[in-house]
């Protein structure tokens, strides 16, 4: 119930003994500390849980992500503490919450001097990098080879910051990362040390441009609607009539292709012209209005999306095919996830930002070798706040205190922690701005969720299991006047527990 005791890890595998008490879990890493776990941790953008066939797509499917799924196990439950890029990616990194970790908002500034995941493991004796999206503004720190996009990057022909020194690259950006990702794997790093990976794909964010060989992918599929691709907001408060994110009325003609990217080269402009332009010429010839507008935007904007998401899909599958090849797989644990979930046209929507579920709910999946068994599930409450402190013990290290979230180590390992929270805390700052979701924080249980528009005033609570898809707030009805008060108490107590400052769900902050 919303009322149990959340407990934090901050007591768990502290000093020395908690380093002992963890080799002694996994012999191989006891006898030789260099036999630790190499960690893989692979990180899409935007991609959301039901945008893959291990979580039950019926719109695509994610062959090679599903080989995760089919090695280890998928999380039914994860969620995120905001759900925006930089901060999501901030909270990885810190295992704090946005308030406590100081990158609140996309054009905030990552604190670099603070201690992070990577600099602990670097401390002791890993290998680290990141390759990839980063989008923190900061250099990153903590890591031993740095090869990052520059802000959100762009999908073709990338530059990329090497360590400090501008790259350019010509391809497409979900390739390129994968071939740096695998010649770190092969070359670049000393095979005597375990290793980091950071993994960190551009792709699918907006502007969902496809590889120039997925150009037609899809072209004679119609992808399913959702059932509330026009939804009304009828039930719900003032921030879901006010936001500036739907799909029949706020993407743009760079968005749905009717322009093309700047950056592409002679060459790769008469490709995208040979696939685009014939769709856009008979777009324009169809004079469509209304609904039939709308089905058409939404048709475009999901099959760029999904065709993003096919490379992500067939690039991790080459990452994992090296790891079987190599060996390496035996002693690698390998993570996916992504920084958020993200609107696929549900509630007429694309981007993400609100605590609905399908922008709140992030995909999950870890394979771990000899500890987490093949095929299995959880449906524990888990969050993006536990991905540091999970990395930490996987690799014998003790927990900082005033880490915020718990390692899912125990989980993995197939237990049911008595004292595993029942409840999650979120929280969106970023108004005014793109989009215009307007600020909120709220509380997750398995069965319902309060959400809080602190500066309009506005209250919403839904009951999961009846309205999954959150269609009508019931906080007004008498019959659920009981849960209102519970989960009003316990939105309370999660502020003060995490140490959410008074002013900052408040009006005007």
């Known amino acids: 119930m919303p009322g149990a005791a959340l407990l934090t890890n901050r007591a768990r595998f502290t000093g020395l003994l908690a380093v002992h008490c963890v080799l002694a879990a996994f012999p191989c890493a006891a006898a030789d500390p ?5 960690i893989l941790f692979i990180f899409s953008d935007d991609h959301a849980a039901h945008a893959m066939s291990c979580y039950g797509s019926r719109i695509n499917k994610t062959p090679n992500l599903d080989r995760i799924a089919a090695g280890g196990m998928l999380f039914r439950n994860c969620f995120c503490t905001n759900s925006i890029c930089g901060p999501s990616r901030a909270v990885v990194l810190t295992g704090k919450h946005s308030h406590r970790n100081g990158f609140l908002r ?3 500034k990552f604190d670099g001097r603070q201690p992070t995941f990577p600099k602990m ?3 002791a004796g890993y290998q680290t990098a990141i390759i990839g999206k980063w989008h923190l503004v900061s250099d990153p720190t903590g890591f031993d080879l740095w090869k990052i996009l520059i802000g959100l990057g762009t999908y073709y022909n990338p530059d990329l ?8 690259h010509t391809g497409y950006a979900t390739d390129i990362l994968t071939d740096l990702a695998l010649d770190y794997l092969k070359k670049g790093r000393d095979s005597h040390k375990p290793f980091l990976l950071m993994y960190h794909h551009k792709a699918p964010h907006r502007q969902w441009d496809p590889s120039l060989k997925h150009l037609t992918l899809l072209d004679d599929v119609t992808i399913p609607e959702p059932e509330n691709l026009f939804d009304d907001y009828r039930g719900r408060g003032t921030a879901a009539h006010v936001q500036q994110m739907e799909v029949a009325r706020d993407l743009t003609a760079r968005d749905l292709k009717l322009i093309p990217p700047k950056e592409l080269t002679s060459d790769q402009l008469r490709q995208w012209n040979a696939a685009y332009e014939p769709k856009n010429q008979a777009f324009r010839a169809a004079h469509l209005s209304g609904m039939d507008l709308a089905r058409w935007k939404y048709q475009r904007y999901m099959k760029d999306y999904l065709r993003c998401v096919a490379s992500v899909d067939e690039n991790v599958g080459r990452v994992l095919d090296y790891l079987d090849q190599s060996g390496l797989a035996k002693n690698t644990v390998v993570i996916y996830s992504s920084d958020q979930g993200f609107f696929l046209g549900d509630h007429g929507w694309f981007d993400k930002r609100f605590m609905y579920e399908e922008s709140y709910r992030m995909p999950l999946l870890v394979r771990w070798p000899g500890v987490i068994k093949a095929g299995s599930t959880s449906d524990a409450l888990v969050s993006n706040l536990d991905f540091a402190e999970t990395f930490l013990e996987m690799a014998g290290l003790p927990v900082p205190r005033d880490m915020q979230g718990q390692s899912l180590v125990p989980v993995l390992g197939g237990r049911s922690p008595s004292d595993w929270r029942t409840s999650l805390y979120y929280h969106y700052y970023d108004y005014p701005a793109v989009h215009m979701v307007n600020k909120h924080d709220g509380v997750r249980t398995a069965d319902y969720k309060l959400i809080h528009f602190f500066e309009l005033g506005e209250w919403e609570l839904y009951d999961l299991h009846k309205d999954p898809h959150e269609m009508h707030s019931v906080f007004a009805e ?7 008060r519970d989960l009003q108490a316990e939105l309370t107590r999660l502020r003060e527990l995490y140490a959410v400052p008074a002013d900052r769900v408040s009006p005007g902050r």
């Open 34 to 38: 260099d036999a630790r776990p190499n």
């Open 106 to 108: 996309n054009n905030d």
């Open 121 to 123: 493991l670097q401390q």
């Open 161 to 168: 910051i090497e360590n400090g020194k501008r790259v350019p």
């Open 478 to 484: 008498p019959a659920y006047a009981p849960v209102a």
